[in-house]
């Protein structure tokens, strides 16, 4: 009979008290939460509830299985299996504290400064991502190598491993190069402020926001919500745009090809008109101007400027339909057109109503000179 409850107390035991210290735990996690409202880290600590669970019961039953007196025959792959679930559950637990912590600290300084200075939250939001992947890696790395080393096979081959380190790296080193190179890109990106999670580039001829940051690749979302991957050692290899680098205020250009009697002057005033009731101009600047000419038409140029990359879009979309809508509404005449009329010809000098030539060919004929003359 006491072959039998023993298993069943420790076994048992260990579940219950488990389960009573976690609900402990998150109970006293919730209530800090609920009074704190000013720091997310108490409700953040609480997405950690599964691996501390996990961690205690695992410690729970390694240190008492010796007591249960369980299987003696398994007794060793159950100890090791335990082990093995107490240091990967230890490292789950690690990283989720170490977001917690991380995004809470974030959070605070994005909540202060958000407002004077968005392109610096952008560059610490970028580091702190990165930051973020470097300690899960390592953790990762680090609960890895102690399980293999719970393996007497592994601890046996521990020196010749390390013996063999210097040409394993070598190895490994020139087999990865061009991993490595992201890896190294990513760090400069991160900490070399080039560009941020949130940023407007243009890559390739694709305008887009950097989404997602990592030590191999960089995401960029385009307007049409497509997704393009890249290696992070294009942006430290190879120019690109970028629009939110500085201050995010940009001015754009909005250009039309108009008639050689469009109104200038009327122009000029309409585009104040119309950005004064635009609300993605900030006001800062406006301008219009004839900036070429052709033989057909020419080209006025209008300078708007806006807060940031989305909105000198929309103003310079609106200013481009508003302005050819009242064009064609007010001055028709002013849009491009083809002329088919013939030449208005100066008045003529003898009294047969043409203008004399050098050799005596009136010009009416002279107009058909090199092409088949009309028949009357």
């Known amino acids: 009979m006491e072959n039998l409850l023993r298993p069943l107390i420790v076994v048992g035991g260990s579940v219950v008290l488990t389960l009573v210290i976690g609900w402990a735990t998150d109970f006293l996690l ?32 390694r240190g008492s299985y ?6 003696e025959s398994r007794r060793e792959g159950i100890g090791q299996t335990l082990t093995l679930v107490l240091i990967g559950s230890t490292a789950w637990l690690v990283i989720r504290i170490a977001a917690a912590i991380v995004e809470t600290s974030y959070s605070r300084y994005a909540n202060a400064r ?20 470097v300690v899960s890696a390592i953790v990762g790395v680090v609960a890895a190598a102690s399980m ?26 020139v087999a990865a190069q061009s991993t490595l190179s992201n890896m190294f890109a990513g760090f400069q990106i991160a900490f070399g ?8 580039v243009v890559v390739d001829g694709e305008w887009g926001t950097v989404e997602e940051i990592t030590l191999t690749f960089l995401t960029v979302r385009t307007w049409d919500e497509r997704r393009i991957t890249m290696p992070v050692s294009y942006f430290t290899s190879k120019p690109f745009e970028n629009w939110s680098r500085g201050t995010p205020q940009m001015t754009g250009t909005v250009f039309w090809h108009v008639d050689h009697t469009a109104p200038v002057e009327a122009m000029r005033e309409k ?6 009731e635009c609300p993605a101009w900030d006001g800062r600047a406006y301008d219009l101007s004839v900036t070429d ?22 103003a310079r979309v609106t200013v481009r339909e508003r302005m050819l809508r009242w064009l064609s509404e ?3 005449y002013a849009l491009p057109r083809v002329n088919t009329a013939d030449a208005i010809l100066p008045p003529s000098r003898n009294g047969n109503g043409h203008r004399p030539s050098p050799d005596g060919v009136p010009n009416q004929q002279r107009r058909f000179h090199g092409s088949a003359r009309p028949e009357r």
């Open 30 to 61: 919730r209530k800090a939460d609920e009074r704190h409202h000013d720091t997310p880290l108490w409700g953040l600590l609480r997405r950690g509830r599964i691996p501390y669970q996990l961690v205690l019961l695992a410690a729970l039953l």
């Open 293 to 314: 000419t052709t033989p057909n038409t020419m080209q006025v140029r209008a300078l708007v400027t806006a807060k940031d990359a989305d909105d000198i879009w929309t």
């Open 148 to 173: 293999l080393l719970t393996f007497p096979a592994f601890r046996a081959a521990g020196a010749s491993l390390l013996a063999s380190a210097g040409i394993l790296g070598i190895v490994a080193g």
């Open 114 to 133: 958000a407002h004077r200075d968005p392109a610096r939250v952008r560059r610490v939001r970028t580091q702190v991502t990165l930051i973020m992947r």
């Open 193 to 200: 402020d080039m560009v941020r999670i949130g940023d407007t």
């Open 330 to 332: 007010e001055h028709p």
């Open 271 to 276: 585009l104040r008109d119309i950005l004064r």
């Open 66 to 71: 010796d007591e249960a007196q369980l299987l």
